[in-house]
């Protein structure tokens, strides 16, 4: 039994409200701009070369993609920040494993 909005995952969101969170995360209405960018930025001191505190990152320098993915029994999601884009992709998908290949098409016709 899994609980509802766990450190682990568990919550409930919406389209809507996963690009209203990555509006407001790169605006600066959470955090200021340097504390910001250290979320997403690499912690090679740490062994983390592809993660920050809390988001993926992948991509080269200047098509940098910051994000994170998650997914449970039955349940499957993913947000990718372009940073230097300006664009965002939220997939949520009621299916294990369903949000991969549609992230995987969305970064093929960004030119990842």
């Not at 930025?41 to 990152?57: D, L, V």
């Not at 993609?65 to 664009?87: A, K, M, P, T, W």
């Not at 995987?104 to 016709?109: D, F, S, Y």
């Amino acid at each position: 039994m899994s609980s509802k909005g766990g450190p682990a995952g568990g919550c409930f969101s919406t389209v809507e409200d996963m690009l209203r969170f990555a509006s407001e995360l790169t605006n600066y209405k959470f955090l200021s701009e340097k504390n910001t960018k250290t979320l997403y930025t690499p912690k090679p001191a740490f062994h983390q070369e592809s993660y920050g505190f809390g988001f993926n990152i992948s991509g080269a320098p200047n098509n940098r993609i910051v994000g994170h993915s998650g997914g449970f029994l039955g349940i499957n999601g993913n947000l990718d920040i372009f940073i230097d884009d300006g664009y965002v992709s939220v997939v949520l998908a009621n299916y294990g494993g369903a949000a991969r290949p549609v992230v995987e098409k969305i970064r093929e016709l960004i030119k990842r």
